[in-house]
T-cell receptor
Framework: GQSLEQPSEVTAVEGAIVQINCTYQ??????LSWYQQHDGGAPTFLSY??LDGLEETGRFSSFLSRSDSYGYLLLQELQMKDSASYFC????????????WGLGTSLAVNP | NAGVTQTPKFQVLKTGQSMTLQCAQD?????MYWYRQDPGMGLRLIYY???????DKGEVPNGYNVSRLNKREFSLRLESAAPSQTSVYFC??????????????FGQGTRLTVV
């Protein structure tokens, strides 16, 4: 089967750094994406990694290791507004290019 | 830029009623999707359309039908609603990121309750 695993909940304080891990097992792989979803809102795209290494976008960075089937999202200088759910998703190498989603990590940022 | 627009935003149905959720995107994307999201769950794919005139079943297609009317529009129909279909429904479209990947753009969701 195909699956993605990520922690269900993470708690941190403002100004801290948090890492959300994602391990995947899929039949194909083009890349790993991360999405953010605030309560009551729609998922929004954060980052995408096709190759091994770290991609940095402002306070957010995403890492991929294809050999380990592993990636993480790193959030720095946490702010209250970062409280949200974060989903990893694999871009399947199948013809249909359907995304395969993890169950999401709920991040709570406390004062 | 409207992006992905889906209607309605909220709907209450009685068991056995039918309804169609509408979705349109103005980004000229080929791929469109319908997902459902239940509390504490991730996104589960109901149906997918790679291009106009083609549709493909996802993880949870039972009880749903779809229609890709044209490149812009992708509708989801519940023929006979059941309480198990109470959920938040998201429509999305996607494009290549340029490095082989996919970036999905989501509508604001339809909160459906079946009583």
């Amino acid at each position: 089967g195909q699956s993605l695993e990520q922690p269900s909940e993470v708690t941190a304080v403002e100004g801290a750094i948090v890492q959300i891990n994602c391990t995947y097992q899929t039949s194909g792989f083009y890349g790993l994406s991360w999405y953010q979803q605030h309560d009551g809102g729609a998922p929004t795209f954060l980052s995408y990694n096709a190759l091994d290494g770290l991609e940095e976008t402002g306070r957010f960075s995403s890492f991929l290791s294809r050999s380990d089937s592993y990636g993480y999202l790193l959030l720095q200088e946490l702010q209250m507004k970062d409280s949200a759910s974060y989903f990893c998703a694999v871009d399947n190498a199948g013809n249909n290019r359907k995304l395969i989603w993890g169950l999401g990590t709920s991040l709570a940022v406390n004062p | 830029n409207a992006g992905v627009t889906q209607t309605p935003k909220f709907q209450v149905l009685k068991t056995g009623q039918s309804m169609t959720l509408q979705c349109a995107q103005d980004m000229n994307h080929n791929s469109m999707y319908w997902y459902r999201q239940d509390p504490g769950m991730g996104l589960r794919l109901i149906y997918y359309s790679a291009s106009e005139g083609t549709t493909d079943k996802g993880e949870v297609p039972n009880g749903y039908n779809v229609s890709r009317l044209n490149k812009r529009e992708f509708s989801l129909r519940l023929e006979s609603a059941a309480p198990s279909q109470t959920s938040v429904y998201f429509c999305a479209s996607s494009e290549s990121t340029g490095t082989g990947g996919t970036e999905a753009f989501f509508g604001q969701g339809t909160r459906l309750t079946v009583v």
